[in-house]
Structure formats: C-alpha cells, structure tokens
T-cell receptor, first 112, second 109 residues
Framework: DGGITQSPKYLFRKEGQNVTLSCEQN?????MYWYRQDPGQGLRLIYY???????QKGDIAEGYSVSREKKESFPLTVTSAQKNPTAFYLC???????????FGQGTRLTVV | QQPVQSPQAVILREGEDAVINCSSS?????VHWYRQKHGEAPVFLMI?????EQKGHEKISASFNEKKQQSSLYLTASQLSYSGTYFC??????????FGPGTRLSVLP
C-alpha cells in the first residue's frame, strides 16, 4: 500500500541534543513538507521541498534543518538551536506544490 | 499571514448542522479543507479554486467567495464521525500556503 511513514511515533531527547525525525513516502510525490503542530496554533510550516536536492524554508525554519537526497525521503533535524522543540511534528507529501497533501501519523518529540 | 477561522470550537448533537468559516486578509487563489481526528493525521477533504465554486464531500460541502476572501465549510446532519479539528489552508497568488488555527468540532449522541 502507498503511503507516508514517520518514525518514531514518540521521541524523547535531552536538551542540547540534535535529533532527526524520519519521513518516507512511496507515493512518488515530488513535494514534501514538514509541519509543527502546537495546541491552538494549527499547522506551521517548517520546510518544504518540491524536488530532490532542493528545499525552502517555511515560516518557522530557525533551529531546524532538512535534506532531500532521495525523492522518497525528507528527514528533519531538530537542532539544539531550536529554543522550544517539544511539539508534534507532521510530515506530508503531495504531487505538486499546494495540491492535496497526504500526512504521516506524526512524531511527538519531548525534550527534557 | 494565517487565515482566521470561526468559531474556534463548536459542540453539536448528532443530526444538527454546522458552518465553519475561514477568512483571509489576502487575495486567495485557492482554499483547502482538512479534518484531523484526535491523535491522527490530518485528512484532506477538498480544494476550492478561485471562481466562487462550491464542492461537496459526503454531507460536507464548502463554498469559496473569492471577492470576500473567505470560505465556508458546511456540515449537514452531522454524524459522530465528524468530530475532530477542521483546518482551512489558504493559497495566495504568490503560491504561499498557510493553515488556519483550526476549529474543534464535537458531535455528541
């Protein structure tokens, strides 16, 4: 079955450590996105990519980094520079920019 | 700039109707609607393009008034399965896309 997979579902890290969240899709989608979800604030765009080896910053990119070496994969690294990293992170993919997006099940990151 | 959604939350009895509004300060090319059930991923409902179109999905429909820069989502004869948070997403003519803060809908038996 085609879909988008995020792992792990829950992640705990100590403050000051970098952590990488995985996102894989087998839908042959060109566009991939990372969103952060906090209570009452909807979905805020961190980074997006329209094509392999290219990505753009979203609204809240500071403290995050991404790579897009393969069409199927779009990992997100939460660096120690992110001041408030505890959140629910959602990855999505789409055929093209601003078309119907398919979301993964999310990773809940807790930094202690 | 994030669109405004109203109401923030609504509670319904099964079978009642609801309207969720989404408005933007920018000229819009399209409006997208998603539903997210608690603890799950958001699921796409529909996209409305400029031109004031109206779309339907089961008993859920939506309209897009380009001139007023707003869209409304209509849920008729609500079912328990409609409970969740509804997000609108707006795309402007610069291809900038942003989600609204969401409207939490609770349908009670």
């Amino acid at each position: 079955d085609g879909g988008i997979t995020q792992s792990p579902k829950y992640l705990f890290r100590k403050e000051g450590q970098n952590v990488t969240l995985s996102c894989e899709q087998n839908l042959n989608h060109d566009a991939m996105y990372w969103y952060r979800q906090d209570p009452g604030q909807g979905l805020r765009l961190i980074y997006y990519s329209q094509i392999v080896n290219d990505f753009q910053k979203g609204d809240i990119a500071e403290g995050y980094s991404v790579s897009r070496e393969k069409k199927e994969s779009f990992p997100l690294t939460v660096t120690s520079a992110q001041k408030n990293p505890t959140a629910f992170y959602l990855c999505a993919s789409a055929r093209g920019l601003n078309t119907e997006a398919f979301f993964g099940q999310g990773t809940r990151l807790t930094v202690v | 700039q994030q669109p405004v959604q109203s109401p923030q939350a609504v509670i319904l009895r099964e079978g009642e109707d609801a309207v969720i509004n989404c408005s933007s300060s920018k000229a819009l090319y399209s409006v997208h609607w998603y539903r997210q059930k608690h603890g799950e991923a958001p699921v796409f409902l529909m996209i409305l393009l400029k031109g004031g179109e109206q779309k339907g999905h089961e008993k859920i429909s939506a309209s897009f008034n380009e001139k007023k820069q707003q869209s409304s989502l209509y849920l008729t004869a609500s079912q328990l399965s409609y409970s969740g948070t509804y997000f609108c997403g707006t795309e402007d003519y610069g291809q900038n896309f942003v989600f609204g803060p969401g409207t939490r809908l609770s349908v009670l038996p």
